[in-house]
């Protein structure tokens, strides 16, 4: 008691302000290296731009018999590093989602705390990845995903073939044709057709070499590419493909989300797929979160209060050293003097 007492003067004189602002990760899987094997309740370390954000990643894929989600280092379209994939060995129907693997962000680990980007006036939230897809004819989509509210926030589908006997006139497309992306249809779109749920994208304020604004995208096939999802404060949700071929990113889609700004928090990504050639694999590496990300210095759970809660988690780790402790609000993952005087310090305080 008298060590906690002295503790009390130390920080009476001490502020601690809420340390928040925009931050970055980057997820590359390289926490998986060398270790192929499957994704499910695996946990990579990413590159945060914040130090004292220590959580990992953990990943879950499907183990269904014939169908794979796992990590693995093999060398495809110049990247040797880990990365990860999805492939079936059994073939399926066309139209079924049939597996998938998710990426869920945490900034603490003990606690537990979810990372949960929002958009500001600045910048805008915003989940991307890059994705290697070997052959046509295959059906994926790729989503950001809010896991603390329950919400897929975007859905791209790429890859399928249109299976409509008398062709697919809404897409511009014969029957056995590739369809260009589509995005759900979440907004008010009175173009969008009826009895489909998915709206063709296509190029907006600019285009790559040999296409123009309004030509519809294709994803391409045995080169990597990037897709970029952004939310903006007022819930205006952006989407951008990046050949990565030196001509920079296209605006694909640009539409009000129906969702509240405030259910737009990006925490987890998601890819799942369909079978109708098998073998065929699909690689994401590369992921990259950011937002604006409060950090309540004292906050050791995560309930927007410091209180004795907190005290009693960072005095449980006291002595304690490792990545994603609660209690380490100074991010050199050790939990001290040092991060009991930031927690005193604000002590009673509720996080703004």
Known sequence: MRTIAAVLAVAACISSALAGGLVTVTENVDGAAGQPGPVNLRRTSPIWSDARITGRTLWRGTTAAGRTAVFTDVAIGGNASAKASLVATAQQPPDSFAFGLRAELFTHEAPQRRARFTASLAAPASVSAEYYISGSGELWTFEPVSLATGFVLDRVLMGELCWEPGGCPWANANF??????????????????????????????????????????????????????????????RLRIDFLDGQGSFLIRDGLAFLPPQDLVPDGFAANGGFTNVNSPLFIDNLVFSGELAICDGDANGDGVVDFSDLNIALGQFSIGGPGLGGDFDGDQQVNFADLNILLGRFNTACE
């Open 176 to 237: 056995g044709d590739p369809l260009p992306m589509l995005a759900l249809s979440v907004e008010n779109c009175p173009e969008c057709v009826p009895f489909t749920p998915y709206l063709p994208l296509h190029y907006i304020d600019s285009a790559p070499a040999g296409s123009a604004p309004g030509d519809a995208p294709f994803h391409p096939v045995g080169a990597w590419f990037r897709l970029a999802h952004e939310v903006s404060a007022d819930g205006m949700l």
